[in-house]
C-alpha cells in the first residue's frame, strides 16, 4: 500500500489518520502537487491529492473514495472501533461534517493559509511562488473564527463529533486542525470545549505520526506535539 501525500494537506492527514487506526502502515511517497509530475498525473489528471495504490487494480483517488473504500473492507470486522455508523442517518450526519471539514473549510481557510505560507515558499516563480499575499491571508483568518465556533458548538454538544462515538467527522475534523494547528493559526483560549476535543484527539496512537510531521524551513508551533498543550 502506497499514499501519495503531503504533510500540510488536510485530506491527506485523514487518510493516514483513518489508516492508522484501521492498523494500516502505508509507505508514503511525498507529492508536491504543485509539480504536476506526469507519472502522478497519469494517475490522478486532477493533480490532487491523497492518492492510495496497491489495494485494487487501479489508484484510490481522493479523501472520500479512499475513506469509503476502507470502511467497506475494513469497517465490518472492526466491530466496536469501527468509523462510520451502522445507521443510514448516523452515516450521513457522518458525511456531512467530513464535507465541512475537507472542503468548506478547506475553501474558506486552509487552502489559502497552507498556499501562502507553506507551498507559495516551496514553488518556482513560474509555479506561482512568491511573497504571500496579505490579503489572503487576512480573510482566510476572518474565516477561522467561524470555524472554530462551529467546531467549539459540536465538541460541547456532543460525546464525539457526530455523535456517541469516534468516527470519521473526528478524524477528518482533526486533521484540518491539525494543519491550522502546525501553523500557529488557532486561538485556542477562545474555544475550550474545541481545545479539549482535540486534546483528546491528538492523544490518540494515531495521531503519533501526525505529530512528528516537520515541514522544511517552517517549524511547527511550540505547543504542536505538546499532548497537554
Not at 494517475?43 to 469509503?68: D, H, K, R, W, Y
Not at 470555524?147 to 475534523?173: K, P, V
Request: glycine share 6%.
Amino acid at each position: 500500500m502506497l499514499l501519495f501525500h503531503h504533510p500540510m494537506s488536510a485530506s491527506s492527514r485523514f487518510v493516514r489518520l483513518v489508516l492508522s487506526e484501521y492498523g494500516e502502515t502505508p509507505e508514503l511517497q511525498l507529492e508536491q502537487p504543485w509539480d504536476r509530475r506526469p507519472e502522478f498525473m497519469q494517475m490522478n489528471p486532477a493533480g490532487t491529492l491523497p492518492v492510495m495504490t496497491g489495494e485494487a487494480n487501479s489508484a484510490i483517488v481522493g479523501a472520500f473514495a479512499i475513506s469509503e473504500y476502507l470502511d467497506e473492507t475494513r469497517g465490518p470486522i472492526m466491530r466496536g472501533r469501527r468509523l462510520m455508523p451502522d445507521t443510514p442517518p448516523g452515516r450521513a450526519e457522518v458525511r456531512r461534517l467530513i464535507d465541512w471539514f475537507l472542503v468548506k473549510t478547506e475553501a474558506d481557510v486552509t487552502r489559502a493559509l497552507v498556499r501562502e505560507r507553506v507551498f507559495k515558499v516551496q514553488m518556482s516563480p513560474a509555479q506561482g511562488g512568491g511573497a504571500p499575499d496579505s490579503a489572503v491571508l487576512r480573510a482566510a483568518r476572518a474565516n477561522i473564527r467561524q470555524h472554530m465556533r462551529y467546531l467549539g458548538w459540536l465538541a460541547q454538544s456532543r460525546d464525539w463529533l457526530a455523535g456517541d462515538g469516534q468516527t470519521y467527522a473526528d478524524l477528518a475534523a482533526a486533521a484540518t486542525v491539525s494543519v491550522l494547528d502546525y501553523l500557529g493559526e488557532i486561538d485556542w483560549n477562545a474555544e475550550p470545549a474545541a481545545r479539549d476535543w482535540y486534546q483528546r484527539m491528538k492523544s490518540r496512537p494515531s495521531f503519533r505520526d501526525i505529530l512528528s510531521d516537520r515541514v522544511r524551513g517552517l517549524p511547527p508551533v511550540s505547543h504542536y506535539s505538546d499532548l497537554d498543550f
